[in-house]
């Protein structure tokens, strides 16, 4: 088949302990998902149905173990935010999940993170418009090793932790979620056909803040290694 240009490689994630990579097809996000970040934008942290939003496949910046991952400072923008997040692989097609079937779907987990051009999302936020100029841009995910599920088991509860140049920025444990994985791809699955290569960020805790060029990023969450981004 002839193309009208060379299409563009596939976005694919190291997995851990195998020469094999996960190509990445799209990337979900799920807004809100811990009250007390919840609280920390201003908004009621009372339990609702979840919502959604997307970031293009190719702003995944997979980002290999032991490496230090430089992310580029994104245009128009003086608020860029840092956000840490349980990234769950989806490794099985459905729609119309039942909760109590999600971890049949779910290939594996790694640490993700949701940059976000915050002054760009107030702005779209108080006129009413989408978000995505705050969050779907380019290197706005870097994603850390995948850990295939046969390995971790089904993720309920792991410590997660986010330090910026040493200094502890956002510290909880994924069993803070407002709506855990199983709900999410319950609720997710009902509005699109999960495929094979979805990648899903699961929200982010309290703490979110501004970084800028020089700075070190240092993620971790409990069984699923560390990353390391700077910000140039």
Known sequence: ??????????????????????????????????????????????????????????????????????????????????????????????????AAQAHEHVWGYAIGLDMTRRDLQGQMKAAGKPWEIGKAFDHSAPIATLYPQTQTGWLT??????????????????????????????????YFTLQPGDVIMTGTPEGVGAVVPGDELQASIAGLGEMRVRIS
């Not at 910026?164 to 009902?190: K, T």
């Open 1 to 98: 088949m002839s193309y009208v240009f060379q299409p563009e490689a596939l976005t694919a994630l190291p997995v851990y302990g195998s020469e094999l990579q996960f190509a990445v097809r799209r990337v979900y996000c799920v807004g809100r998902n811990y009250a007390a970040h919840a609280r920390e934008m201003g908004s009621d942290p009372e339990r609702e149905s979840p919502f959604f939003f997307c970031k293009p496949g190719n702003a995944v910046m997979p980002a290999a173990a032991g490496q230090i991952l430089t992310l580029p400072y994104p245009s128009q923008t003086t608020n860029l935010h840092h956000e840490i997040e349980l990234v769950v692989a989806i490794g099985k097609a459905g729609a119309d999940i039942p």
């Open 157 to 190: 509860s792991a410590a997660m932790s986010l330090q910026v140049n040493g200094a502890v920025r956002q510290q909880s444990n994924i069993d803070q979620m407002s709506w855990p994985v199983a709900d999410i791809i319950h609720h997710l699955s009902r």
